[in-house]
């Protein structure tokens, strides 16, 4: 008996909701490119992960995939920490 894996709830399985990178009207900041670089490979390893976990696929190859998109996930956020810490040191202080 096959059991179908359900994909509701799953963020994998609509691609439909797009991260706040992509909307930026024009990346002007060699990081903000490096994010949308990196946010575009994370995409493209999210698709393939939900492809194969569709298939019914397990093993070392979906724990390496999982693995580099955390890996991506990381790297976005390190960078987007950049463009965040600046505007936080310049912020007027509350009394």
Same mark, same amino acid.
Not at 37 to 53: G, V, Y
Not at 73 to 84: F, G, K, N
């Given at each position: @008996? ?6 509701? &709830? ?23 490119? $490096? ?11 999210? $698709?393939?992960?939900? $492809?194969?976990? &569709?298939? &019914?696929? =397990? &093993? =070392?190859? @979906?724990?390496?995939? =999982? ?6 996930? =990381? ?5 987007r920490s950049l463009l965040v810490e ?10």
């Amino acid at each position: @008996m096959t059991k179908q894996r359900q994909t509701t &709830g799953n963020r994998l399985a609509s691609s439909t909701l797009r991260p706040a990178v992509k909307k930026l009207p024009a990346l002007r900041l060699p990081i903000q490119r $490096e994010i949308h670089k990196l946010q575009d490979a994370l995409d493209a390893f999210n $698709e393939r992960i939900a $492809e194969l976990e &569709g298939e &019914g696929h =397990r &093993g =070392r190859a @979906m724990e390496v995939l =999982r693995t580099n998109a955390l890996d991506f996930a =990381r790297q976005i956020d390190e960078l987007r920490s950049l463009l965040v810490e600046p505007a936080l040191k310049n912020a007027p202080k509350v009394p």
